[in-house]
């Protein structure tokens, strides 16, 4: 049952803060254009923290391991809580960004929206981030009086198609995944460049399933009346040579077909169409679809499965939207283009001027024809028309992805849309480029050179490769090896970001030394850049790791080409908590000079710790568990100063980490982490 005073406090506290609430009976599932993207009801994503308490193992709605959560459950109604993907504990990438840590929950729909209760769980201390289940607009617009059935957008006046498949046809190594409302797989022009996936035609994430509830399946076949991804998926992935219909814009490139709709074709099942697609090898994402939001605390797990498919190598390419409006007006904000690191793509015309419908802005990455577009459609097997929107300027762009892709394997996903936008036409707007940033241009994507691109290709700690971090409050030198990818550049700078909100990061370290001059680099060049830093501790301790964030700039500030510079990361292991005390000033801080390591880590039958002490005196031993519940006393009493070591059974304790924890009689205490596997 639903606790009344909760939902009324949830109700005058939306209200006072400007959230608007609506009645979930008065939010019809519609995709008309609304000016916030509809919610289903009673359903949230939510991505709990690492560290609070909470039992992951046997999370329930009705015992999570925090008092806080459980309130919160019980006084909402929830009714489940499942794991996002069971499956993504077992992927690094996945835990890297926090995948591990969502879970859908379902929960009563009487009183406020999920957007209002969402923010009820933004308040816990357990939650790290929260999202409502969007219904997300298909970027499609149909004009009163189409007239063209040719494909003009691949001819050498707009996107140069036609000479760039001179160059790179594509190949079947490179996967375009359609993530829309399903597509006719039985079409005579599609057939032929499925991707099969375990044997599988596609995968529809909804399935037979409710709003609520999706019941996955394999068969993506579209509803009645449902054309849109049989259109988008035709405009990269269409046969070329086989005297049928057209040709797609990926040439050989592959399809893989992913429906988030349901039967009535509602675009429910974005975030799990991505998942499914990153985790089953797509090097392309096209999602010709989208919506406004205008509150920045639900965009962090959509951002999250963004960084997740770059870290796998796999990028996401947007529609930017119908609108008309200028989509970096928060007001506007129009997702997934907005996000970061997805390659936005608004609409031009015939004349290669912006379509009046489309969505503009620095937010948007490059422009390609969206006004009468002629590809594969649906139902029918043989059956072919022409449609608008920015929809259909996703695919075409997303298909010479896959040809810039094809002729350089080696480039990471931002490389190809650097090369895609730098290599764009300046013909849209010339005189408001920064809105209006260039219509991609196939061969030149191709042909010529643009910019630097480094990658980290090696890195050293304090002289040791790929060496780790076992003190907080230690000065690391790390020396990072830069290879340059790309074109040849000039007065190319790295910097080692500080924590100071320019990178999506709690904490974890400070910069003592950040900036290195790489200078002027040849392709392929590889350069070492050295820099300095001090982990301090607030991270997630030994077993974990600490990202590093580096930031890469190149030639002059001023250059028009220049849209934007490079993040680069590097994920440094995390072996040991101790507290880092400088030998020979031990005593003015603490009698603890140092807390070693367990050994052996894992251990599973007897395993041996060690401690020095800079004096004789008072020190304590313990073993607890992660929630910090002291399980036994290992060593306590007077000990000699200098080294010691202290043996213990690790029989009596279930797999699992732990910590130990030396205290001494001033007060100071290190601790550090262990595991048990027996």
């Known amino acids: 049952m639903i606790n009344k005073s909760l939902l009324f406090l949830l109700l005058i506290t939306s209200l006072l803060s400007g959230v608007s609430v609506v009645a979930h009976a008065q939010v019809p599932l519609s995709i008309e254009a609304p000016k916030l993207m509809n919610v289903v009801p009673g359903v949230l994503?939510?991505?709990?923290?690492?560290?609070?308490?909470?039992?992951?193992?046997?999370?329930?709605?009705?015992?999570?391991?925090?008092?806080?959560?459980?309130?919160?459950?019980?006084?909402?109604?929830v009714t489940t809580i499942t794991s996002f993907d069971p499956d993504a504990k077992k992927y690094p990438v996945a835990i890297r960004h926090g995948i591990d840590r969502v879970y859908v929950i379902n929960f009563s729909e009487e009183g406020p929206s999920p957007r209002v209760i969402g923010h009820a769980f933004l308040n816990l201390d357990c939650v790290e981030a929260v999202s409502p289940r969007y219904v997300f607009q298909k970027c499609s617009y149909t004009p009163n009086d189409p007239q063209i059935l040719n494909q003009y957008a691949l001819d050498n006046s707009h996107m140069h198609i036609l000479e760039a498949w001179g160059v790179s046809k594509g190949n079947s190594n490179i996967v375009i995944a359609d993530l829309d409302e399903g597509v006719n797989y039985n079409h005579e022009d599609l057939a032929g460049n499925i991707h099969k996936v375990d044997g599988h035609i596609g995968f529809d994430v909804v399935g037979t399933g409710t709003s609520r509830h999706f019941l996955p399946d394999f068969d993506p076949m579209p509803g009645v009346g449902q054309s849109h991804g049989t259109f988008t998926t035709g405009c990269f992935g269409a046969v070329p040579d086989n005297a049928k219909g057209g040709a797609g814009t990926g040439f050989n490139c592959k399809i893989m077909i992913i429906k988030i709709a349901n039967d009535s074709g509602f675009l429910l099942g974005g975030y799990?169409?991505?998942?499914?697609?990153?985790?089953?090898?797509?090097?392309?994402?096209?999602?010709?679809?989208?919506?406004?939001?205008?509150?920045?605390?639900?965009?962090?797990?959509?951002?999250?499965?963004?960084?997740?498919?770059?870290?796998?190598?796999?990028?996401?390419?947007?529609?930017?939207?119908?609108?008309?409006?200028?989509?970096?007006?928060?007001?506007?904000?129009?997702?997934?283009?907005?996000?970061?690191?997805?390659?936005?793509?608004?609409?031009?015309?015939?004349?290669?001027?912006?379509?009046?419908?489309?969505?503009?802005?620095?937010?948007?990455?490059?422009?390609?024809?969206?006004?009468?577009?002629?590809?594969?459609?649906?139902?029918?097997?043989?059956?072919?028309?022409?449609?608008?929107?920015?929809?259909?300027?996703?695919?075409?762009?997303?298909?010479?992805?896959?040809?810039?892709?094809?002729?350089?394997?080696?480039?990471?996903?931002?490389?190809?849309?650097?090369?895609?936008?730098?290599?764009?036409?300046?013909?849209?707007?010339?005189?408001?480029?920064?809105?209006?940033?260039?219509?991609?241009?196939?061969?030149?994507?191709?042909?010529?050179?643009?910019?630097?691109?480094?990658?980290?290709?090696?890195?050293?700690?304090?002289?040791?490769d790929k060496g780790g971090l076992d003190y907080s409050n230690k000065v690391y030198t790390i020396d990072v090896t830069f290879k340059n990818l790309m074109a040849a550049g000039t007065s190319i700078q790295v910097r080692l970001l500080p924590i100071d909100g320019s990178v999506t990061q709690a904490g974890g370290y400070s910069v003592k030394q950040g900036t290195a001059v790489l200078g002027s680099m040849s392709s392929l060049q590889s350069v070492v850049g050295s820099f300095q830093f001090t982990r301090d501790g607030t991270d997630n301790g030994a077993g974990s790791q600490l990202p590093l964030y580096f930031a890469v700039t190149y030639g002059a500030a001023t250059v028009e080409g220049l849209k934007y510079y490079d993040t680069l990361r590097i994920d440094v292991n995390i072996t040991g908590d101790a507290v880092f005390i400088p030998k020979g000033v031990g005593e003015q801080h603490s009698n603890l000079l140092q807390l070693g390591n367990t050994f052996p880590n894992p251990v599973s039958l007897d395993g041996t710790i060690t401690f020095e002490l800079a004096k004789q005196g008072y020190a304590k031993l313990s073993v607890s568990d992660v929630l910090g519940r002291t399980l036994n006393i290992l060593s306590e009493g007077i000990f000699n100063a200098g080294n010691h070591r202290i043996h213990f059974d690790a029989r009596t304790l279930e797999n699992g980490i732990y910590i130990y924890k030396l205290e001494t009689i001033d007060g100071f205490v290190m601790t550090k982490r262990f595991v048990v596997v027996h």
């Open 45 to 77: 994503y939510i991505k709990l923290k690492a560290k609070h308490g909470v039992d992951f193992e046997h999370l329930n709605p009705f015992q999570t391991g925090n008092l806080e959560l459980n309130n919160l459950f019980s006084n909402i109604g």
């Open 272 to 464: 799990e169409g991505i998942q499914y697609a990153v985790m089953h090898g797509a090097k392309i994402l096209n999602c010709s679809w989208g919506g406004n939001e205008t509150d920045p605390n639900f965009i962090s797990i959509m951002q999250s499965f963004v960084d997740e498919a770059l870290d796998t190598g796999a990028l996401v390419v947007a529609a930017s939207g119908n609108a008309g409006q200028n989509i970096d007006v928060p007001a506007n904000s129009f997702y997934p283009a907005n996000l970061k690191g997805v390659l936005s793509v608004g609409a031009t015309d015939e004349n290669d001027k912006p379509a009046s419908f489309s969505n503009f802005g620095k937010s948007v990455s490059v422009y390609a024809p969206g006004t009468n577009i002629f590809s594969t459609t649906f139902p029918g097997n043989n059956s072919y028309d022409k449609s608008s929107g920015t929809s259909f300027s996703c695919p075409l762009t997303a298909g010479v992805a896959g040809l810039v892709w094809a002729k350089n394997p080696d480039w990471l996903p931002k490389f190809v849309m650097r090369q895609i936008i730098e290599t764009s036409d300046n013909d849209i707007n010339p005189a408001n480029r920064t809105f209006f940033w260039g219509r991609v241009n196939a061969y030149s994507a191709l042909t010529k050179p643009s910019v630097p691109g480094l990658g980290i290709t090696d890195f050293k700690i304090d002289g040791i």
